[in-house]
């Protein structure tokens, strides 16, 4: 599967921004997604993911209550909605799959297979 990242920005602190992800392939509904993000200096982190059907998503502690994961998977698409931006949430934000059939979704990198590319995104205070 293909992974194509869009949607970040520059916006100030308490702004909103929307990432998508779209995927190709026909298989895109029996993948774990979510996204990570990396800033500079720092590891990447885990902030969002969503079972296969959507129906159970996970949060980091700090974007839970701000962000908001979703996919639409008659478009093969994950999005974040990101509201009350705060200026550490800046960082390249990384979509992800996993193709395995867990009991469990992750939330650690070790779980995906597939990365997109990375999208900016930019909090100014």
């Known amino acids: 599967v293909q992974l194509q990242a869009s949607g970040g920005g520059l916006v100030q602190a308490g702004g909103s921004l929307r990432l998508s992800c779209a995927a190709s392939g026909r298989t895109f509904g029996t993948y774990t997604m979510g996204w990570f993000r990396q800033a500079p200096g720092m590891e990447r982190e885990f902030v969002a993911a969503?079972?296969?059907?959507?129906?159970?998503?996970y949060y980091a502690d700090s974007v839970k209550g701000r962000f908001t994961i979703s996919r639409d998977i008659a478009k093969n698409t994950v999005n974040l909605q990101m509201n009350s931006l705060k200026p550490e949430d800046t960082a390249v934000y990384y979509c992800?799959?996993?193709?395995?059939?867990?009991?469990?979704?992750?939330?650690?990198?070790?779980?995906?297979?597939?990365w997109g590319q990375g999208t900016l995104v930019t909090v100014s205070s």
């Open positions: 969503t079972s296969r059907s959507g129906g159970s998503t």
């Open positions: 992800a799959a996993d193709r395995w059939s867990r009991t469990v979704v992750g939330t650690t990198a070790d779980f995906y297979q597939y």
